[in-house]
């Protein structure tokens, strides 16, 4: 399973730092991604990692902000986010990658090993 940590409270224009780390086995072979649920909406897309070769890619909302990275000496990946946005406030879920059915990473139904998320709240 995959656990994500990191998340808090922060004031509009802060950053934070998640972590997301693995139990149980390895997913350093696997491509991975970030997603987030906001109250009352469906979880969406924000980041994903390709270990084959290390391209990433994100969501137009956190462009330019948000960045993932990923340290497979410590089976970590993590999400660095600068300038953060009220409308960023979610949990925040890691998950590996186990269907490739589209080019683009951002399926949540292709992503499994979900885990308990971590709470990002923005406040303005």
């Known amino acids: 399973q995959l656990q994500a940590s990191g998340g808090g409270l922060v004031q509009a224009g802060g950053s934070l730092r998640l972590s997301c780390s693995a139990s149980?086995?390895?997913?350093?072979?696997?491509?991975m991604g970030w997603f987030r649920q906001a109250p009352g909406k469906e979880r969406e897309f924000v980041a994903a990692?390709?270990?084959?070769?290390?391209?990433?890619y994100y969501a137009d909302s956190v462009k330019g902000r948000f960045t993932i990275s990923r340290d497979n000496a410590k089976g970590t990946m993590y999400l660095q986010m600068n300038s953060l946005k009220p409308e960023d406030t979610a949990v925040y879920y890691c998950?590996?990658?186990?269907?490739?059915?589209?080019?683009?990473?951002?399926?949540?139904?292709?992503?499994?090993?979900w885990g308990q998320g971590t709470l990002v709240t923005v406040s303005s």
């Open positions: 998950a590996a990658r186990i269907v490739y059915g589209s080019t683009w990473p951002g399926d949540r139904r292709e992503y499994g090993y």
């Open positions: 149980g086995r390895t997913f350093n072979n696997y491509n």
């Open positions: 990692h390709s270990w084959r070769d290390g391209n990433t």
